[in-house]
């Protein structure tokens, strides 16, 4: 029987390498800095609030989305089955899904299940916070400021975004802290099953949903 061919894309790590050489590093430097990119990317999700629905002539914004996570999961099928290569892949990721994946289905779960105000609040979280938070634990220098960093920083977001978009400012206040203290203690367990990035948007965004309905949710 013939053997499929693997696909590769990548350059066996030289771009990598080269990224991480203009920030005085090393591959694994741009490996890095290349998933912190794309981490931040993740944010785009929530051009979903203020695209209009037409934007695509014969599909909507929504299922725009819903295709885009199809095709990631697509692609993640074909590389556990070995016919695919993907940069900046981590040891751990190879005999189960990949972290990009589990971060799509956070995304696009956050905007299409959760009012807008939470998941703008979680979406930002997880797409801004949880680098710095891996940053702040691989750094000597800096890595006395975890967790107390990552957790004043979501909940000054929390706190602002649930403020404007109409909750009470005390029940806000409240809300971000536990939404804050959630977020970063689900960004802690390391899970074979599941990964940090969906724990991190979903557990939070829940949260937050249930406080909700004891008070202003928008």
Known sequence: MRRLVTVRLHRSGRF???????????AELGDRLLRRGLHFLGASVLLLFVLPSTTFVVVTVPEVLALGLAVVLGIEFLRLAGLLEMPAMRPYE?????????????LVAAVLLFPPAIATVVVLGTAFLDPLIGELRRSGRWQWLYPTAPIL????LAAVGLTLAGWAVGWAVGA????????????RPKMLAVDDDLAMTLVPAAALLALGALGPLQ
């Open 153 to 156: 920083a979501y909940f000054g």
């Open 94 to 106: 190879r005999g189960r899904p990949a972290s990009y994946a589990w971060y799509a289905i956070a």
């Open 16 to 26: 990598r390498a080269w990224l991480g050489a203009r920030f005085g590093g090393d």
């Open 176 to 187: 971000a802290a536990v939404a804050a203290l959630v977020a970063v203690a689900s960004e």
